[in-house]
């Protein structure tokens, strides 16, 4: 089976919204802050199972999320020990036949900036997100990937750089997205440390149809 690899993040230290959100919606085994983490996401998505098994058996590490979609897979495993999480990522690369550069540079498919939201809009955020309450004034964030699971990144880079609200992640799916709240100023910053993140990750290229 040939298999395509989407997404493949590390992330060093999982700031404790981000950490919070996975063990809100998550089903498996739950993170908390400050542990390691790697986010995979390949095509077809039956084959995240195997990936599974390898990532497992190699290495001391435990999966929160294992989710198949027809088109997509998605894996997230985490450890205390940074170096047990690399070692994971490099065993899941070595079964797939591929190296890091084989994933997709991110693509920054929406990234939007509301000020001032209105008391009834925060209402309708409310009623589909995880994670913190977006209040009446304050300011609403949303960035939207390609692929999805650089959304994880995004949003834990966000919060190490700004105090931040994380109100809603998804990692997968055709696109991912990230919701953030709070003062203006802090959600320009935290805007920045997102962009700039996804902007540094190296890829094949990945273009929108058509561009």
């Known amino acids: 089976m040939s298999i395509e690899l989407r997404t493949f993040t590390f992330v060093d230290s999982l700031q404790p919204q981000l950490a919070s959100f996975v063990a809100t919606t998550a089903k498996g085994y739950l993170p908390i802050a400050g542990q390691a983490s ?3 996401e390949i095509a077809p998505g039956i084959a995240i199972n195997r990936i599974t098994d390898v990532a497992l058996k190699a290495n001391n590490v435990r999966p929160a999320m294992q989710i198949v979609e027809r088109a997509f ?17 490099r065993n899941i690369l070595r079964h797939m036949e591929q190296e890091e ?4 540079k991110p ?3 929406s990234s939007e900036i509301i000020t001032n939201v209105d008391h009834y809009q925060t ?12 209040l009446g004034g304050d300011t609403l964030y949303i960035l939207e990937t390609h ?13 190490k750089a700004s105090p931040v609200n994380l109100l809603e992640v998804r ?3 055709a696109f991912g997205r990230l919701y953030l709240g709070g003062t203006e100023s802090h959600i320009r910053e935290g805007a ?6 996804l902007e540094a990750i190296s890829g094949r290229s990945n273009q929108a149809k058509g561009g």
Not at 101 to 104: K, Q, Y
Not at 123 to 134: A, K, P
């Open 38 to 40: 790697l986010f995979v």
């Open 73 to 89: 897979g998605v894996l997230e495993v985490h450890d205390e020990s940074q170096a047990e999480v690399m070692d994971c990522g």
């Open 101 to 104: 550069s084989d994933r997709l």
């Open 107 to 109: 693509r920054v498919v």
């Open 123 to 134: 209402m309708l955020i409310n009623r589909m997100r995880h994670g913190n309450m977006l």
């Open 147 to 159: 692929p999805a699971g650089y959304a994880y990144i995004a949003a834990n880079e966000a919060e």
């Open 171 to 173: 990692p997968f799916g």
């Open 192 to 197: 920045r440390a997102a962009l700039a993140t």
